[in-house]
């Protein structure tokens, strides 16, 4: 049993989470899950003479790499916008489009489910996949976050500064910036109504991504995979 977690005002926030249709803010995290999802293999290098930490996508089938920042680590002061738009133009250029046609190709991507997987929104991920629930999260969704107003949900995102750049964790306690044993916005399945996310329109692009694929929800032991032999939109998972 998990304990439960009082969060005042969430019932009224969650109404106003109702009318969000903002979309939610396109960053390098979101295309490296698409990459991830698509097969490619991710590695973390240290470029020593720009001192910053480094990603790589490869494809060993295309020979495709791609070297960008590691998404979820802010540097103050580098042009984030201008990295992405570089990404897309990559990865565009990889699939035979352009960065506006990548852009919507990772937002198809993450809207829809791995094949094979159906998800039956039973709430296990939000509640017991630490890896699922727990974890680091963009400037992008922080600042997307602040621009909604969502000042009660950043109370449970901890940012840790680091010399020369920071990266921001969710979801911990506030005062204790613990990871939280469970996720604080969970509504968990009850008298045959399934989970819930109660901030599903503003969740996490890990939430979004989750699983990357049907190994991927097999290995967590997710009881979705190979529900459902067709794709299928994952949204809403546990909402
Ligand atoms: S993704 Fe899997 S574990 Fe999570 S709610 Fe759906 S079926 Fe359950
Ligand atoms: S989908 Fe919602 S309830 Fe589940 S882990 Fe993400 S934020 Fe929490």
Redesign the pocket.
């Known amino acids: 049993m998990f304990p439960i977690l009082v969060i005042p005002g969430v019932a009224m926030r969650r109404v106003e989470l109702g009318r969000v249709q903002v979309a939610w803010p396109m960053g390098v995290s979101a295309v490296e899950k698409v990459l991830l999802r698509r097969g490619l293999l991710v590695e973390d290098w240290y470029d020593a003479a720009g001192r910053v930490q480094m990603s790589r996508a490869a494809d060993p089938g295309s020979g495709f790499v791609l070297d960008y920042v590691k998404p979820v680590y802010w540097y103050p002061g580098r042009d984030r916008a201008a990295e992405l738009a570089q990404v897309l133009a990559r990865v565009g250029q990889w699939l035979g489009t352009d960065a506006a046609g990548a852009e919507a190709l990772v937002r198809r991507e993450l809207a829809a489910a791995p094949e094979g997987f159906s ?8 509640g017991r ?1 630490g890896d699922a629930f727990r974890g680091r999260v963009s400037i992008e969704e922080v600042a997307w976050w602040r621009e909604l107003g969502l000042d009660w949900l950043l109370r449970f995102v901890r940012e840790e500064k680091r010399p020369g750049y920071s990266f921001f964790r969710a979801w911990v306690h506030p005062k204790s910036n613990e990871y939280l044993p469970r996720c604080p916005w969970l509504k968990p399945a009850k008298n045959g109504e399934p ?1 819930g996310c109660r901030i599903h329109a503003a969740r996490p692009l890990k939430c979004r991504a ?2 990357l694929s049907l190994e991927h ?1 097999e290995r967590a032991h ?3 995979a190979g529900v459902d032999a067709r794709p299928r939109p994952i949204a809403p ?2 909402a």
Not at 119 to 126: N, S, T
């Open positions: 998800c039956l929104r039973c709430g296990d991920c939000c996949m989970a989750f699983p929800a997710c009881p979705g998972r546990a």
